[in-house]
T-cell receptor, first 114, second 114 residues
Framework: NAGVTQTPKFQVLKTGQSMTLQCAQD?????MSWYRQDPGMGLRLIHY???????DQGEVPNGYNVSRSTTEDFPLRLLSAAPSQTSVYFC?????????????FGEGSRLTVL | AQSVSQHNHHVILSEAASLELGCNYS??????LFWYVQYPGQHLQLLLK??????LVKGIKGFEAEFIKSKFSFNLRKPSVQWSDTAEYFC????????????FGKGTMLLVSP
């Protein structure tokens, strides 16, 4: 059972480059989200989606784009990377059935922007 | 919007000492509450959760937490810590809905010395 799979695990970019962080889940979860984790800041929500074709902004959406064309996939795009986007990124998913709030996390993607 | 405050950024304990990590949240309605743990180099894992019912909830590895509604608190406790409990602990809150987002505190780094 793979759960939530993120790729790549590590990435180094130069300022201005673009890239996509991939996230896939095999649990048929409607809800998917992206967080960034920075020292002393906890996890901050970037974007989330409650189903295919539906996305919304979280606390820190600037500089990031998302799309949700399928239930399984929720890629995060950096269009023009900046050093401030150096962080560890976590994708997480859960069901929206009933009131189940437990999030299942991927292993994380460590991004460095030079 | 909801918010979470964790009282301590760093805690250092000796093995067998008792642990209590403070967490307070801000939200005007019914909430779901969580404690997640992140071991060094790993992703977040659920320790325990509170949805409703008994305000004292038990989680994995001997952890427990008490929800005190009047104080908007959800403190994490363990009677006797082990070296393997060294990790970062995050309190999180979400409104009572399958479609709500999860907001994390900034985390508490626990170091247990053998």
């Amino acid at each position: 059972n793979a759960g939530v799979t993120q790729t790549p695990k590590f990435q180094v970019l130069k300022t201005g480059q673009s890239m996509t962080l991939q996230c896939a889940q095999d649990m048929n979860h409607e809800y998917m989200s992206w967080y960034r984790q920075d020292p002393g800041m906890g996890l901050r929500l970037i974007h989330y989606s409650v189903g295919a074709g539906i996305t919304d902004q979280g606390e820190v959406p600037n500089g990031y784009n998302v799309s949700r064309s399928t239930t399984e996939d929720f890629p995060l795009r950096l269009l023009s990377a900046a050093p401030s986007q150096t962080s560890v990124y976590f994708c997480a998913s859960r069901t929206t059935s009933g009131n189940t709030g437990e999030l299942f996390f991927g292993e994380g993607s460590r991004l460095t922007v030079l | 919007a909801q918010s979470v405050s964790q009282h301590n950024h760093h805690v250092i304990l000796s093995e067998a000492a008792s642990l209590e990590l403070g967490c307070n949240y801000s939200y005007g309605g019914t909430v779901n509450l969580f404690w997640y743990v992140q071991y060094p180099g790993q992703h977040l894992q659920l320790l325990l959760k509170y949805f409703s019912g008994d305000p004292l909830v038990k989680g994995i590895k001997g952890f427990e937490a008490e929800f005190i509604k009047s104080k908007f608190s959800f403190n994490l406790r363990k009677p006797s810590v082990q070296w393997s409990d060294t990790a970062e602990y995050f309190c999180a809150v979400s409104p009572y809905s399958g479609y709500s987002t999860l907001t994390f505190g900034k985390g508490t780094m626990l170091l247990v010395s053998p």
